[in-house]
């Protein structure tokens, strides 16, 4: 089954206390792609301007990403500046250029309005909900968002949120959105909004799932080396939307083994700036890694 991402392709410029990266491949919807093309096809939607090397489209392809709806306008394409400090969990934003995605609104290619899968990653939410405009009868629509949206347009977010099976936001923007410190009491509250599943993405300390009344919460794995966390959360929803997306099942006890995925390819991402790492994985070390996150949850039954 194929999967519908609607998002920003960027140029991002990255310092780190690890390292520093000029101008790589970024945006939402690219990491996002990326992650979830090792479970499953899928059709992106963006922006680019005249400057977009061909090469970044040629990758795309190679991912088998349908890229029939990135549409290259005249002007620059989105730029993004940022500089993360030795706790690594929050970028400082030192200079944000949107350029073509400005102006960006959504259109969908005929081909993709039969896609059931849709994720609306991190846009207006007025634009998230023209997009499921175009878009027939989905079998699960997910999205993400964050504090901007959330302070300067609450209500449209809310309209939005009606239309939504499953919200994946950090802690942050959840304490915000509910206006609830308790993530417990606050997943409550967001649920009542209109999404059936909330997944609080947690950076270091991993994601809890909500979903009727049971909760899940997975670790993230301790790696020895992080250089780079942008794009972090966006691979996490990429091989989380992925993996739910290529078995087509949305029981609880499945959302969890995405959650795990999500996590896996938030993992390696992290490991490398841009895309670096995860160009170059295969499903094998996935599967390695998702047997390790099983042994760091494992412990015996009280005797």
Same mark, same amino acid.
């Given at each position: ?47 680019? +301007? &005249?400057?977009?090397?061909? /090469?970044?489209?040629?990758?795309? !392809? @190679?991912?088998?990403?349908? =890229?029939?709806? $990135?549409? #290259? ?105 509910? +206006? &609830?410190?308790?993530?417990? /009491?606050?997943?409550?509250?967001? !649920? @009542?909004?209109?999404?059936? =599943?909330?997944? $609080?993405? #947690? ?101």
């Amino acid at each position: 089954m194929s999967l519908l991402v609607v998002g920003s392709v960027a140029f991002d410029s990255v310092k780190t206390p690890f390292g520093e990266a000029e101008e790589v491949l970024g945006g939402s919807a690219t990491y996002f792609s990326t992650a979830a093309s090792y479970f499953t096809d899928v059709s992106l939607v963006a922006v680019v +301007g &005249e400057d977009f090397p061909e /090469k970044h489209i040629t990758f795309l !392809k @190679s991912r088998k990403i349908d =890229t029939e709806g $990135i549409e #290259r306008q005249k002007g620059k394409t989105f730029r993004w500046k940022g500089e993360y400090g030795f706790e690594l969990n929050e970028a400082r934003t030192l200079d944000t250029q949107l350029n073509v995605f400005q102006s960006f609104k959504p259109k969908l290619p005929e081909k993709y309005r039969n896609i059931k899968v849709v994720f609306l990653a991190n846009i207006d939410p007025d634009l998230q909900r023209d997009v499921l405009r175009q878009v027939d009868s989905p079998d699960v629509v997910a999205c993400d968002t964050m504090n901007f949206w959330i302070e300067g347009k609450k209500d449209s977010l809310l309209e939005t949120l009606k239309l939504v099976d499953i919200l994946l936001i950090n802690d942050g923007e959840a304490r915000e959105l509910s +206006g &609830e410190p308790n993530l417990v /009491k606050a997943a409550e509250i967001i !649920k @009542s909004y209109g999404p059936k =599943t909330l997944i $609080i993405k #947690r950076g270091e300390y991993g994601a809890l799932m909500f979903k009727d009344r049971k909760i899940f919460a997975a670790p993230a794995y301790p790696l020895e080396a992080v250089f780079d966390p942008t794009g972090a959360g966006d691979c996490f929803a990429g091989g989380f939307m992925g993996y739910l997306a290529n078995t087509m099942n949305f029981e609880e006890s499945n959302i969890r083994k995405a959650i795990i995925f999500g996590s896996v390819m938030a993992s390696y991402n992290v490991e490398s700036f841009s895309l670096d790492r995860i160009k170059s994985l295969d499903y094998r070390e996935l599967e390695s890694r998702y047997r390790e996150f099983k042994g760091l949850t494992h412990f015996e039954d009280l005797s």
